[in-house]
């Protein structure tokens, strides 16, 4: 954005809100956020924030006087693992080949990540077993 000064990583502002609302003992207004984070930041860029996470479906709302107040729908992993994979599958949607992409993915992954990535392939319903052939080519379902 032109003219901002320190630009904020994407999502970082989504991932300090979820940690605040995480780290509450119940729910928070936008007022309540804004004072949590301790930076000075526009009210309503925080009530903004707050009306995406809700949209996004990472908060739930109650009325709370003339305001809402926020809460998380799960804990505080859970939401920031669900924005972190919507991220990542709205930057796979944006290339044009699926496959190099997460061809690349996959090939960058650590030991221990590609074991869980593939442990967690195999409990997910309805995916055929891919396996490698001894030419290295993956064997998969028929298409």
């Known amino acids: 954005m032109v003219g901002r000064r320190n630009p904020r990583p994407k999502g970082s502002l989504e991932l300090e809100i979820v940690a605040g609302i995480a780290a509450a003992d119940g729910p928070l207004t936008a007022a309540e956020v804004l004072s949590a984070l301790g930076r000075p930041l526009a009210y309503t860029t925080v009530l903004t924030t707050l009306t995406r ?43 044009n080949d699926r496959a190099s992409v997460l061809t690349q993915f996959v090939g960058s992954l650590d030991e221990t990540s590609e074991q869980l990535l593939r442990e967690l392939l195999q409990r997910h319903p309805g995916l055929e077993p891919v396996t490698k052939s001894s030419s290295g080519h993956t064997d998969g379902p028929p298409e």
Do not use: H, I
Request: proline fraction near 2%; glycine fraction near 6%; aromatic fraction near 10%.
């Open 53 to 95: 996470l809700f949209e996004k479906q990472v908060l739930t709302r109650e009325p709370r006087g003339r305001a809402y107040a926020y809460r998380l729908v799960g804990n505080r992993t859970e939401a920031e693992a669900w924005l972190t994979a919507r991220e990542m599958q709205k930057v796979l949607d944006t290339g």
